[in-house]
């Protein structure tokens, strides 16, 4: 199967920045997702890597290196409502055209 | 809004029984795709329409199906409920027939009992 492998959890503070990291196999990569899921809630798109490199867009940050299977996500200038889990997701060619998700990392700001 | 939309949004059920969760996709997508979130596993893929067909399978039970219709939106059948089957289930649509562009629908929460 195609493993995705992300931290379960992680704590921060306002203002702070944060790293999640996530691994994946390599074989059969066709692109990478990141979400956003607050609890009860569907996941929303915050970002998408298929080349190697650094893709910014705000506080988030998502990088991607295709010979490692390494991603991660940085947020910048934490606040509050960041606080929920964020899902990482791949595109395989085996897995036909659809997303294979990651567990999620639970990600808990405090002031 | 994403403007996929799913109904019901709860739904409530006893074990054995038959339900059907719809799910309208953004206007101009051709792809629905059908994930599964319970608290132990995580959200799983469980199958993919693309212009009316089938185009991929992940953990998808036998005792669930689904279809796209002509109009494009799509219904993903649950027969004979077990109690493990609670769980969200969200519905997601993309342009084409791959995921670059996809948005969630909120959801149906459903629960076995």
């Known amino acids: 199967g195609q493993n995705i492998d992300q931290p379960t959890e992680m704590t921060a503070t306002e203002g702070a920045i944060v790293q999640i990291n996530c691994t994946y196999q390599?074989?059969?990569?066709?692109?990478l997702f990141w979400y956003q899921q607050h609890a009860g809630e569907a996941p929303t798109f915050l970002s998408y890597n298929v080349l190697d490199g650094l893709e910014e867009k705000g506080r988030f940050s998502s990088f991607l290196s295709r010979s490692k299977g390494y991603s991660y996500l940085l947020l910048k200038e934490l606040q509050m409502k960041d606080s929920a889990s964020y899902l990482c997701a791949v595109v395989y060619y085996q897995a036909g055209t659809a997303l294979i998700f990651g567990k999620g990392t639970t990600l808990s700001v405090s002031s | 809004d994403s403007g996929v939309t799913q109904t019901p949004k709860h739904l409530i059920t006893a074990t054995g029984q038959r339900v059907t969760l719809r799910c309208s996709p953004r206007s101009g997508d051709l792809s629905v795709y059908w994930y599964q979130q319970s608290l132990d596993q995580g959200l799983q893929f469980l199958i993919q329409?693309?212009?009316?067909?089938?185009?991929a399978k992940g953990n998808i039970l036998e005792r669930f199906s689904a279809q796209q219709f002509p109009d494009l939106h799509s219904e993903l059948n649950l027969s004979s409920l077990e109690l493990g089957d609670s769980a969200l289930y969200f519905c997601?649509?993309?342009?084409?027939?791959?995921?670059?562009?996809?948005?969630f629908g909120p959801g149906t929460r459903l629960l076995v009992l």
């Open positions: 997601a649509s993309s342009e084409d027939s791959t995921p670059r562009d996809n948005d």
């Open positions: 390599t074989s059969g990569f066709n692109g």
């Open positions: 329409y693309y212009n009316g067909e089938e185009r």
